[in-house]
Structure formats: C-alpha cells, structure tokens
C-alpha cells in the first residue's frame, strides 16, 4: 500500500490560529475528499475484521484516534532530531507505546470487547493509517496541526467504520449495537450470513466509495 | 395491434427532446423497441454489418435454448413432489401444476426486479436498456431450488445487477456471471434455504417416511468418511419412496431432485447442441468442461484413497450441476476466455476444478459454481498469456 498521500503544506512563518480554516481543513478532509479507508485505501484490513458489530467497530476507532493522534504528536516534536534513515523504527517505537497502553487500558476496563478485538487492537501498531500520517504530516509539520490531522484521520477512519458496522449489524443479524430492532419491531428477520463474513465488508466498502465518489466527483489521478 | 401503436404515438412526443418525460426517453423506447420493429435501420451502403444477429437475437437464442430445460425442470419439480409425498400415480397435469406454481412466480420476481433495476440505470445513465439481463433473468430461477422463497430471489437478482454488473458498467462488463453471482450471495448469505434438504418442494404436505433429502454429492461425500461403495448406495438409495432414483439412466435423464432447471443432463445437452448448432455458445467450452471433469475423476479413480475418490468418472459428469453449468454458465461470451486457446484451459480448469471442490472440500458440496465464479476472475489471465505465447511465436517466426 502506498503512504504516498498528498502533503499539506504548512509554511513555518507565523503561528496559525488553532480553528483557523487551514487547521478546520486538517479534520474535514479525512472525514471526506481525503478519507483514509475510502481514497487512500489504507487500514482496509482492519475495517473488514472489526465491522460485524457496532460496538467493537466504536472502540477501534476511539483507540486509533489516540493512537494516531499522539505518535503524530511526539514524531513531530522529534522530527528535527530523527535522523532520516532509522525513522520508520524509532516511528514503529513510539506507536507501539501508545498501542500497548491503549492496549492494557481496553483490558482493564473492558475485558470482554479487548476479547473481542482480540490482535486488531495489536496490530494498529502496523495500520497503514498511522505510518502513513506519521511519514507523510507529522514529520514535516509542527505539533498543533499534527494533532489535529491525527484526529482528523482517526475520525475519517471512524466514520467508514461506522457506516459499515452499521449496515453489517443490521443486515447480517438484524441489530443495532446489540438491540434486536426487529425483534422489538415484532417482525421475524432472517439474518444475512454474507454480511457477518469479510467479504460482506467489502461489498459495503465499496458501496461506500461508488456513493462517495458519484457525491464529490472524485476521480483518481494517473 | 394498432391499439398498441396508436398509443405509443399519442405518448411519443412527450418523451422526446423537449418533451416533459424527456428524462425517460430510454424507457420508452425499450418498450417499443420491445414490441414493434425498430423504424430505425442502416442505410444501404456503406454498413459493415455481414450478419443479421444482433444482441437481442443472441440473447434469444440462448432462451430458446434454456426452453427444454425449463419445461423439463417445471415437470420435474411436480414431479419429485408427488414422489416425496407419496402419491407416485398422480396425474401429469397435476404435476405440471405444481411445478408451475412454484416456477412461475420465481421467474417472474427474478425478471421484474432485474429489469426494473436496468430501466433505473439506464435511465441514470441515458443509455438505451440492453437485452443484457434476458439470458440472466432466466438462468437465476434455473439454477434456485424450488422451494426458494421469493423476496430471496429478489434480493439476490438485485445484488447479482447492481454489484455483479452495474458496478462494472453495465452489460458486457461485468467480470463474474451474473446467474451464478446471485447464486452465490444466497449461497452465502442464507445457507439454510439454499443447501441440505431443499432440493424437493413438498409443500404443506408430509413426506413419506422412508424419504430422505440427500442427494448423489451429499451421499458421495458420506461415503468418502464412511467408506461404503458410492455406486452401490446411489443405486439403493430410495428405496422405499422413489426406487432407483439415482441409477445412472435416471440421473442422465434428470429424474431427480435438485435445483429447477440443473437436474437433467440430456436436457441440457439439447440446450448445447441448439447453442452449438447456431454458432451462439462456444463448443470447445462444453467439451473442455466435460472433458476435464472426466480427466480429474480418471486421475482421482488411479489415485484412490477414499470410496468418493473411487466413484467411476462419468458419474461426475451427470451428478449436480456440471451439465448445466457446463452449457449455460461457462460459456457466458462476457466472462469467458475470449481467445479460441483460451477457451481449452478455461473449459478443462472449471472442469477440473468442479470435481476437486466436489471430492475434497465436504463445506462446499457442488463444485460447479464457485469453479465457474473462480475461472471467470482468470480468464483475462489466460487470454493474456495466449496472446503474449501467439506474439513470441510470430517473433519468432520473423526475420528482420
């Protein structure tokens, strides 16, 4: 998978304001024209294992905001100082700090879905998403908008996630976040097993990016 | 017939350009294209057309083809019906009520949810319909069991065009057969209505008690654990409600139960030899397909190791739905090999393959289909290589 994404440019003159449009455009654009999973292809492996529920799919994204978010965070406070040829391990270094903690935190606070995510949690120490940010925004801007385009990327990574558990747990097995709602509805629904496999997150993914691209005109360039 | 046309033109202008339903232009012409001869013809000189066949002709074709198939199968289910209940004198009109109503409606639901999805798209994308889904529309209730419930068939036909072919761009894009695509996600997605015993439609009645829902794979996949000759329990086995139902001559004439139109080989070998005879379906497909399930259940045969394995090789070629598939599904032009080599390795690959699924993998019983949906992904894949072989032999060849 290639990190190679499209750089922002932030010019080291004056500081910006932190809400400025320049900074807004660092949260918006994942959550769209610049979205991780459905322009970037990236952490696509992750959003076909933790999709078949809600609730699961929420935590992965609570977790890879954090995670995201702070090694940006400290990559682009040690940017200066990383010599170039040993980033990618002291990068895969910091990130699996905050994985581990994010890691032990999930099993202690809620063993049974640190079950269920079982070595997704793990392995964000290898998402695409987070090397990507970290190659392509933290080590060449300042700590204030890398922050922000770490969350804006957790975020943009979210909203796929959660449009796809969505339809997988309501289609597969006739729920939302666990509430049985056409049970409650008094209607009999016969679950679709396609959905609850990966390739059911697949189809929906790409759903997702055939509605997305006919909405914003998106076209890939060659 | 004047009726018709007199009304078609009363409404023509408002669908034309300027007009207020200009939006729905295609639509309009589908239907009278659909019912009266185009106006619309190529000048005398200068066309380069040599044939007269034309998409929809091609398409009609293969329905024609797909016929004895389709009244054998609507028969059959009646058939089998009765068998299972315990009525095994019942009338021949009584079992071509059955089978009809169960038939009937299946391919009414796959034909009006197909088209109406293509009279959206192409009203989306201001193309004229294609005749695209006519061949589609009648394989998908040809390859469902009979006892299929319907708003299934309407799920899966909607997701086989919108995901199998829309997505692509339409017709003559797609990648995988779309019949056996809608197949597939209900294979997948509701499992229970679409293996085990569904294979007889019985109804509200009960059946006998002697009857058993197996089938020759399920019952050659029994004996690869327990052993037991395959040959010798296919010729036992219904005893009791429907004896001999699966020696040889029944199971090539298709007297059994199975999916609507998939049961008979000798059906679907008339249905080949009309593809074949008019130049529409491609015989090295049929015969390569055949010819490698034959192959791969020789090999098995000298191989031994388990009772399936030992299953003399011309039973693979009557059991399940090779035949049908075979003749209908392999030989799609859209996502078969398109070089005349290719069509060899396509052909003895889904054939070879088909027998490995069936022998092999106890979860997936037929092989057929996925061996068909798998081969349709590397036909581009062997046409690029007999392309590159023919170019480095004419290099070859060349003296410069």
Known sequence: MSTAVAEVEVVEKKSEPLFSKKSRKLISNPLDIDNPITVQVLGVCSALAVTTQMKPAIVMTIALTIVTASSNVIISLLRNTIPSRIRIIVQLAIVSLWVILVDQLLKAYSYDLWKQLSVYVGLIITNCIVMGRLEAFAMGNKPGPALLDGIGNGLGYGLILLIVGFFREILGGGSIFGFKIFEAMGLHYQGNGLMLLPAGACFIVGIVIWVQRSLNGYRESH | ?400
Not at chain 2, 153 to 172: D, L, Q, R, S
Request: hydrophobic residues 50%; glycine residues 12%.
């Open chain 2, 1 to 400: 017939m004047n009726f018709l046309r007199n009304q078609l033109d009363k409404v023509k202008h408002s669908f034309e350009k300027g007009g207020k339903l200009e939006k729905y232009f295609y639509a309009y012409e589908a239907l009278e294209t659909f019912l009266f001869a185009p106006n619309t013809t190529n000048g005398e000189k200068g066309s380069q057309i040599r044939d007269a066949i034309d998409l929809k002709r091609l398409m009609m074709t293969v329905i024609v083809a797909m016929i004895p198939c389709l009244l054998f199968g609507i028969w059959n289910v009646g058939h089998q019906h009765f068998l299972a209940i315990g009525q095994p004198d019942a009338a021949l009109g009584d079992k071509i009520l059955i089978g009809s109503l169960q038939v009937i409606p299946i391919i009414v639901v796959s034909y009006g949810v197909g088209l109406g999805i293509e009279f959206v798209f192409a009203i989306l994308r201001k193309h004229p319909i294609n005749e695209g889904f006519l061949v589609t529309g009648m394989l998908i209730p040809l390859v469902m069991p009979p006892g299929i419930p319907l708003w299934q068939v309407g799920v899966a036909t909607a997701f086989a065009v919108i995901i199998g072919k829309e997505a692509f761009g339409g017709t003559g894009m797609n990648v995988v057969n779309i019949a056996l695509t809608a197949r597939a996600f209900l294979y997948f997605a509701y499992p229970t209505d679409m293996s085990g015993s569904v294979w007889t439609y019985l109804g509200d009645a009960k059946a006998v008690a002697a009857y058993s829902g197996a089938t020759p794979l399920s019952l050659g996949a029994d004996a690869a654990t327990s052993g037991a000759n395959v040959v010798a329990s296919l010729n036992s086995f219904g005893a009791g409600w429907n004896e001999g139902v699966f020696t040889l001559s029944n199971l090539f004439i298709g007297l059994r139960p199975g999916s609507i139109g998939e049961t008979s080989t000798l059906m679907c070998l008339i249905g080949a030899f009309i593809l074949i005879a008019t130049g529409v379906g491609s015989w090295k497909i049929i015969v390569s397909v055949f010819g490698g399930a034959y192959a791969m259940g020789l090999l098995l045969n000298l191989l031994g190791g388990n009772a399936y394995m030992e299953m003399p090789a011309h039973y693979h070629l009557v059991i399940g739905g090779l035949a049908f598939g075979a003749v209908f599904m392999a030989t799609d032009p859209v996502t078969a090999s398109h070089t005349e080599t290719g069509k060899w390795f396509y052909g003895l690959l889904i054939g070879m393959l088909t027998v490995l699924i069936r022998v092999f993998n106890p979860a997936y019983p037929e092989g057929i289909m996925l061996a068909i949906l798998l081969m349709n992904i590397f036909a581009p894949l062997i046409d690029y290589f007999v392309v590159g072989a023919n170019k480095k032999r004419r290099l070859q060849r060349a003296t410069v």
